[in-house]
């Protein structure tokens, strides 16, 4: 095919020699099948920032950490510049997140490079070698469902242990090769010590594979993978070869409205007070101005 636009570059260069075809085109990036040397490899394409439909939000970013300050403070403001780098930033996260699960022992696409946009990555084939499907689009007996659900928890686990969490996990974001489930797309990866929102996008991210492969084995609709790892992970016991049991046991602790009441009331007088004070403060610095 005709070599598009973003990837000619890497073909001057001799990262890519062919491209052989477009794989797909998402809401974020478009992906094509390349040849590198001997290697069939993937070249994802990442669209410019007022093309992509899948927003940037401030959920996803909290708690990134930027090691250049200049760039930090850049991406803390509005201008041009710091929009390009906070748009640089975004771009980066999948394939530092790639390289970082990658060596946490989490199956994902194999990182090659990162060039002007355009990320090389391994191409996930299935067992005939041809590209692997998404988990979305195959059908899974009861014995695989449970199978392929265990790989998956391990693999959010270990993901957890290095600090990350998907953030957009479902089973339109795995690939099933001759070995089971791959997790893909990880842009909007969350940090998950510095993000205020990480526990409710680690259980909405467990709670979707529980909802697909629970149409398989129903009896996975009754665990609590989420609560259980988010738990362990707080008191510091969460561990990549952690075994999990999916059971989970809720407070039934009730609140006491009453006490909760007096709390607040305590809290607005212990305000007035203050504000009342700071009033009178500043009466009394006043200087008396002569009649």
Request: contains cysteine; charged residues 30%; hydrophobic residues 40%.
């Amino acid at each position: 095919m005709k070599t598009p636009k973003r990837l000619q570059p890497l073909v001057d260069d001799g990262l890519i020699d062919e491209v052989l075809t477009q794989l797909m085109s998402g809401k974020e990036a478009q992906v094509f099948v390349v040849r590198c040397g001997d290697d069939v490899r993937c070249a994802k394409v990442f669209k410019e920032a007022k093309q992509r439909s899948f927003k940037q939000a401030v959920q996803y970013q909290e708690g990134r950490k930027e090691r250049n300050s200049r760039r930090a403070r850049a991406m803390s403001k509005k201008t041009r510049y710091g929009q390009k780098e906070q748009e640089q930033a975004w771009l980066t996260a999948e394939v530092d997140a790639l390289y970082r699960l990658a060596a946490a022992d989490v199956r994902v696409p194999k990182p090659y490079g990162f060039v002007d946009g355009v990320l090389l990555m391994e191409m996930i084939t299935d067992a005939q070698g041809a590209v692997a499907p998404r988990l979305d689009d195959v059908t899974l007996t009861h014995e695989q469902a449970l199978r392929y659900h265990d790989k998956v928890i391990t693999d959010v686990v270990r993901m957890l242990c290095a600090g990350l969490i998907h953030g957009d996990l479902s089973e339109f974001n795995v690939l099933v090769d001759a070995e089971g489930p791959v997790i893909i797309d990880l842009p909007q990866a969350v940090d998950a010590a510095g993000n205020n929102s990480a526990a409710a996008m680690l259980e909405r991210d467990v709670d979707n594979m529980r909802a697909y492969f629970g149409r398989y084995a129903p009896e996975l609709l009754n665990t609590h993978y989420a609560k259980e790892m988010w738990a362990l992970y707080e008191a510091g016991e969460l561990h990549p070869d952690s075994k999990l049991t999916g059971h989970f046991t809720f407070s039934t602790h009730i609140a006491n409205v009453d006490e909760l009441m007096e709390v607040i009331d305590d809290a607005k007088e212990e305000e007035a007070e203050r504000q009342a004070r700071m009033r009178d403060d500043d009466d009394s610095d006043e200087i008396p101005q002569p009649y």
